[in-house]
């Protein structure tokens, strides 16, 4: 197997197969392809002389390089030619019947050294190679789509799968110039387990009314980096397709969360399954299209906000620093107050720091430098916001200080001033009923740091006047971020969809199927996330993420979601990401 599979064939010339076709004969390969019957096969090939020239056009090859992929392609509809290939791999649709009588019946023409490999996104690989009596030359191969462009591919190995068709079949999909990451073989591998999870707590958020699905896919994109929010990446995927990869964890995992949320069954029903159909989560200008159609709402009256001129923010951190940046930037009057006259000056320098940085990136004028510091006035006592409109804490993420810095405020502040909390998973109704005026506390997460961040979570309790909310989105506005409204419950939007997906990440790791760098490469290459679960829970804090994930276990008493043990015993050693040089890695020696 030194020559990795010299001759490929290519079962299923669909978008997939007819593009891993394509991406192995321009290996230098010999590729079959083989469809169902002339005509199927006469439009795969078509499909792939399309999209060559394609590329011809792109310039992404010559036209005599073309010329050479096609000629070593060869597309039939006769299953026997697949016997000449030392690798068969299929890519057709996904039920497990139909692939095990396809298994079955290359297990009788193929050569007892072919070894066999199966796109399955989602099916157990295990039992589409009990079909054949080579159940150790079977391996799985999920490319993601489109297959010439995304790099990922996981090479799927069972538990009979031998050693030696595994490092072949890593070595194949090398030789591609794909990036292969290792796997064992459960519902969703590695990017599907750890994605259509997540995908399905967003669908099941948006199904109880917590929040909009325009307010759930942008705090994803906004407070995550993310390229898609959780809703539109159902619709592009297709909301058949989510459910069915989520009833196969399912039966595997018995994990309720991974019982598909009833709405992606009554999508299903209804024929809504996404672009592909014109509606989804969206509708869509027509079947296929990406053209968001903007839906009809029933306007209610605006409940007008309270006028907000001086702003008290109440910390001297990073995440206090940058919110009385924001504001000051904003042409707001702010007070920020620390438990010292020092640390309210060190502060103020930090900030100064900052806004210094912007002028020499140019993305600042002097003059709004200084008109921006000349706003700022630092302090060390709580009484100097008396006059404030709006007062925000961002002081200890721990509900006892915060309950008792709200009752000094209760006393301080004047009527009518908005009381804000930046907690990102405390209860905020817990910091509202430490005063007597509960209708004016209201939840406002900034995310870090703040100045670039544009994602704030305006979180309501069920006692928070309207026009409270209404005064922090006029005031989001202002400030040129990104609002989206959601209830109290712990994690709001983003760490409530976040923390569980990091969560079973470690989980993955600590059951040994796979390693933190394939996961990390997984998620990164497979989704186009700008940082995989290690790389970020290492960047968060392990600390932070624990503490999060027991807040949400404990709110929600999910048996799905009690913190990894591994987790735990990271922050029992003090590992706690990069603040200490090692968590899932090590940062000392990079």
């Known amino acids: 197997m030194a020559a990795v599979f010299p001759v490929v064939a290519v079962v299923g010339l669909g978008t997939m197969g007819a593009g891993i076709a394509e991406i192995t004969a321009r290996s230098g390969r010999r590729v079959i392809g083989v469809e169902l019957d002339a005509t199927a096969a006469a439009a795969a090939l078509h499909r792939i002389e399309e999209s060559t020239a394609h590329s011809v056009e792109r310039a992404r090859m010559t036209a005599e390089e073309r010329a050479g992929l096609l000629s070593r392609i060869t597309v039939t509809h006769e299953l026997s030619a697949a016997a000449e290939a030392q690798l068969v791999i299929e890519e057709i649709p996904e039920q497990l019947e139909l692939k095990q009588e396809l298994f079955a019946e290359l297990d009788r023409i193929c050569p007892a050294g072919t070894v066999l490999a199966t796109g399955t996104t989602a099916l157990s690989v295990t039992r589409i190679a009990a079909a054949t009596q080579r159940p150790e030359r079977v391996v799985g191969l999920h490319f993601f789509n489109p297959a010439p462009v995304m790099q990922l591919v996981e090479v799927v190995r069972t538990v009979l799968t031998s050693a030696e068709v595994a490092e072949a079949a890593d070595a194949f999909t090398r030789g591609l110039g794909k990036s292969p990451v290792s796997a064992g073989d459960r519902a969703g591998f590695i990017v599907n387990g750890l994605l259509f999870a997540y995908l399905n707590q967003a669908a099941a958020m948006f199904e109880s009314r917590y929040a909009t699905r325009e307010d759930i896919d942008a705090a994803m994109r906004l ?47 209804a024929g809504l399954l996404g672009r592909k159909t014109g509606r989804g989560f969206y509708r869509y200008a027509a079947p296929g299209s990406s053209q968001v159609l903007a ?8 409940t007008p906000g309270r006028e907000v001129r001086g702003v008290g923010v109440c910390g001297s951190g990073t995440m206090a620093t940058g919110i009385a940046e924001v504001f000051a930037k904003a042409g707001y009057r702010v007070t920020l107050v620390a438990r010292s006259q020092e640390k309210a000056d060190r502060a103020l320098a930090g900030l100064a720091k900052s806004l210094e940085r912007q002028v020499g990136k140019g993305r600042l004028s002097e003059a709004d430098r200084d008109a921006a510091l000349a706003r700022v006035t630092g302090s060390g006592s709580l009484e100097d916001l008396a006059g404030a409109d709006l007062v925000l804490e961002a002081v200890a993420e721990d509900l006892a200080v915060k309950r008792e810095l709200f009752a000094t405020l209760d006393k301080i502040c004047r009527p009518g001033a908005v009381l804000a909390t930046t907690t990102s998973s405390l209860p905020v109704i817990q910091c509202a009923t430490a005063t007597g005026r509960p209708r004016d506390v209201v939840g406002m997460h900034f995310f870090n740091p703040a100045p670039a961040m544009r994602l704030v979570e305006v979180v309501s309790t069920v006692l928070t006047a309207p026009e409270v909310t209404a005064t922090v989105l006029e005031v989001c506005a202002t400030l040129r971020k990104h609002p989206v409204e959601c209830g109290d419950r712990a994690g709001f939007i983003v760490n409530a969809l976040l923390f569980p997906y990091l969560n079973d990440a470690v989980r993955m790791v600590e059951e040994h199927y796979a390693s933190v760098d394939d996961v990390d490469t997984a998620m990164k290459l497979g989704c186009g996330y700008p940082m995989g679960p290690f790389a970020l829970l290492d960047v968060v804090g392990l600390d932070v993420s624990l503490t999060i994930e027991k807040v949400l276990h404990g709110e929600f008493r999910e048996p799905g979601l009690a913190p990894a043990p591994l987790l735990e015993h990271l922050v029992a050693a003090g590992c706690l990401g990069r603040k200490t040089g090692r968590g899932f890695r090590d940062h000392a020696r990079r």
Do not use: F, N, W
Request: include cysteine; glycine fraction near 10%.
């Open 223 to 269: 407070g995550c980096g993310l390229p898609m929010g959780p809703l539109a990446l159902l619709d592009l995927i297709g909301v058949d397709t989510a459910k069915t990869v989520l009833e196969a964890m399912y039966a595997q995992s018995h994990d309720r969360l991974h019982a598909p949320a009833p709405i992606l069954g009554q999508l299903a029903s």
């Open 295 to 302: 839906e009809e709402r029933t306007e209610q009256a605006g």
